[in-house]
Every structure is written in structure tokens, then in C-alpha cells.
């Protein structure tokens, strides 16, 4: 998605030389147009499959979810990180790895959320080596949902989450995907 | 907000008799075409202000500030609650008390998102005792940004916050105003 790739290009920024950053329009402040444009793109992508419900995780994903959504026609449900207290204790739960934090976390959807033999789109603002899909897949393995697919906004090309998922067959669309950052430069696949 | 009013009866639901649930079109599931409307309304009730940004709070602002955001072309940023590795360490910070967890918590907006002068919008799910705006608006202060005003969609009227907002002569938008439960009943002021 050129639109998408110009502006990693021009509001992106390398911290440490090698860690892609796009908190100016995705992840902290959100330019709501250009997440417009991103939804709109997901729709093209993914106009063969039907949709019931798209899936995400808090927290970055949500705006980008819902503003997709819309060119869906579909709720959004979105997996929780943290323990809530008004949150039902009746959920399908999976434990994720993060890499970044070096550590277990579990994420939890509400049974009553997810039913079963519905189509479910996941939408993610990363992906990296896939562990958060592969904890959202696995709850929707626990719901008998169907998994029509993975949209994700930037794809770390060079680590393994991508591969190892289009390997098992599911239909993964990143918007932009970027190769390993080398003297500070961004270069998309 | 009629259409809020009825969802709430239709579908919130009343945990131990008194805490009223929205998880099933606001909080875990979102009704984006509901919040398509909420946006509008928000719209209508700023629309002699001037807004240049959206502010709200993870992780259930989120998705309301991003839909509304539309109905005012203007870019949402959102507080964070959790430390993150990779945020900015140059950070307006504000300490916010939680009756629900009856503890403190740090929201954060990295400094570069809040430019002096800009009207800010702050947007969140629910208000009931304040809290969260006090620390949101505190971050505007230390930001020297002017309140546009704050968009609510269910305020809890039984609690003092949005008495307090308003006594300081802050526009205070709420689209339901609930009652204290009594016997299992919403009743709207």
C-alpha cells in the first residue's frame, strides 16, 4: 500500500538503529484518515471472504479495527491484556510470549463474544513473530470459530511470524512489509 | 442520545445489581455502525468549539475517539496506562487514582503529541468520579493546551465527577446519564 509505505517513510524513525517506531500516526497519535485508507485496502483484500466479526488485541490495535470495520459492516471484538474486574470470568484464554517484555501474558475474549462457525478477520497494527496471532488463533480454535484471515498494517519481514502462518495456509495481508533496518534506512519487500 | 438510551436497557447488563455492564456493544465488543452515531452527536454538541485533536485513555477510549474522530477530521492520541519499552521516555505524567483497583496508576502522552495552544476534545467511555479526566486535563495543563471541552458516552450521575467538571465551568457532554441502580433497574436523568 504505497500511501501507507510514504509515510513510514517520511514519520517513521529507527530507535536504536533498528526498532521501527510509528507512534506520530499508528500506535499513540493515530491519523485517523490515513487508518481510513487502510481499511478500505483490508476491504480489497480481503473482498473474497466473508466476514463476521474482526478480531484484535488492546491496545494498538483497536482504532485501526474499528475504523476497518466499518467497510466491513461487522463488530469488532477485542482480546484484553489485562485482568478487568467488571470483565466475565467466562473467556477462552491463551498465554502469549512477548519478546519485547520477556514474558507470559494471557489474553482473554468473553465466550459469549465469539461463536462458534463464525468467520473471524484478525487485525493487528504488528506483526513480528507472531505470537499475539498465534494466542488469537488459538482462542479461536477454542470458540470453533474459522479464521478467515490475518490483516496486518506493518510486517516485520525479516523475522518468522509471517512465514510460519502463510506456511499453514492462512491468507496474511500486510499493508507494507519491512525488511531488516541496516545504517537506519526502511526498505519495504 | 435516544439510540445510546435504548441500547443500554436492550443490552447493558447489571453486575451484583448495581455496576452497569457494556461489554456486549462498547467495552469488549464494539457496535461500530452505534459508534458512528455517538461520533455524530459528539459532533453536534462541539460543533461551536474548536478542536484540533482528540484526546482519551486506553484502553476503552480508544475505538469511540477513533470513530469520532471522523465527524471532526482531526487525529486522536491516546494516554497510555502502560509503561512500554518502546514509548518515549519525554512524557507529560499524570498520577490517577483507580477506585476499581483501589490503587494509583501513571497515564502518559509522549510531549511531542500535545503542542502548546491546540484544543483538545477528551473522549472516554464512561465518567464517574472524575478521575481519569482530572489526570487527562492535568496533562493538557503541563501541555499549556486549551479544553475544547469533554465527550462522555455514559456518565454515572449518582457520582460527583461530572458535577465537579462542570461547577469549574468545563463543557461537559454526556450522551446517557444513568441513575444509581436500584432493584436491577436503569433508570436515565
Known amino acids: 500500500m504505497e500511501l501507507l509505505k510514504q509515510r513510514i517513510l517520511k514519520d517513521g524513525t529507527l530507535e536504536n538503529g533498528n526498532i521501527l517506531k510509528v507512534d506520530s500516526f ?10 481510513n485508507e487502510v481499511g478500505k485496502e483490508f ?4 473482498s473474497a471472504e466473508k466476514i463476521d466479526k474482526i478480531l484484535t488485541i488492546e491496545t494498538s490495535g483497536i482504532a485501526i479495527a474499528a475504523i476497518t470495520a466499518q467497510y466491513f459492516n461487522v463488530p469488532v471484538v477485542f482480546a484484553r491484556k489485562t485482568d478487568s474486574k467488571n470483565m466475565d470470568r467466562d473467556v477462552y484464554e491463551s498465554s502469549v510470549y512477548s ?16 461463536n462458534e462457525g463464525e468467520n473471524i478477520l484478525l487485525i493487528d497494527d504488528f506483526l513480528a ?3 499475539a496471532m498465534e494466542g488469537l488463533i488459538d482462542i479461536l480454535d477454542q470458540a470453533r470459530c474459522n479464521l478467515a484471515g ?5 510486517e516485520k519481514g525479516f523475522q518468522e511470524g509471517g512465514k510460519l502462518l502463510r506456511e499453514k495456509g492462512v491468507k ?17 519487500k
Open 26 to 35: 499508528l500506535n499513540h497519535q493515530i491519523d485517523v484518515e490515513l487508518l
Open 43 to 46: 476491504k480489497r483484500r480481503f
Open 99 to 114: 519478546y519485547t517484555k520477556d514474558r507470559n501474558y494471557n489474553i482473554r475474549v468473553s465466550k459469549q463474544y465469539l
Open 129 to 131: 513473530r507472531g505470537k
Open 150 to 154: 490475518i490483516g496486518i498494517v506493518i
Open 172 to 188: 496474511v495481508e500486510s499493508l507494507a512489509i519491512i525488511e531488516k533496518p541496516v545504517d537506519g534506512n526502511i526498505i519495504f
